[in-house]
Nanobody, 127 residues
Framework: QVQLVESGGGLVQTGDSLRLSCAASGSTFSSNAMAWFRQAPGKEREFVAGINWIGTFTSYTNSVKGRFTISRVNAKNTVYLQMNSLRPEETAVYYC????????????????????WGQGTQVTVSS
């Protein structure tokens, strides 16, 4: 069982940066791929970034490539999402998720691949 708690959200202006953190509890964190998803008001939840269990593979949705960076520190049971040059359309609740499959060499972009979810943290980007 993995429990996830996100933090680091807030209200920022266009072009600002934020770093989200996801703290995990549970013995399987270090063997699971992790991902960040987001859900804007009135829209479906979408994949943002993913990282494999050891950090050698990362994947991003096209709109955030070059601006967002996902990383993890297994010794701290934490995964991060560094977000730079934020845009108003990126206002959303950001969720951390953990894959149920251990030691995967990649990270899925599919919501259904993730069994464990945090409660989310609100990111609001003002124009």
């Amino acid at each position: 069982q993995v429990q996830l708690v996100e933090s680091g959200g807030g209200l920022v202006q266009t072009g600002d940066s934020l770093r989200l953190s996801c703290a995990a509890s549970g013995s399987t964190f270090s063997s699971n791929a992790m991902a960040w998803f987001r859900q804007a008001p009135g829209k479906e939840r979408e994949f943002v970034a993913g990282i494999n269990w050891i950090g050698t593979f990362t994947s991003y949705t096209n709109s955030v490539k070059g601006r967002f960076t996902i990383s993890r520190v297994n010794a701290k049971n934490t995964v991060y999402l560094q977000m730079n040059s934020l845009r108003p359309e990126e206002t959303a609740v950001y969720y951390c998720a953990a894959d149920r499959i251990a030691y995967s060499s990649t990270a899925s972009r599919t919501e259904g691949a993730y069994d464990y979810w945090g409660q989310g943290t609100q990111v609001t980007v003002s124009s």
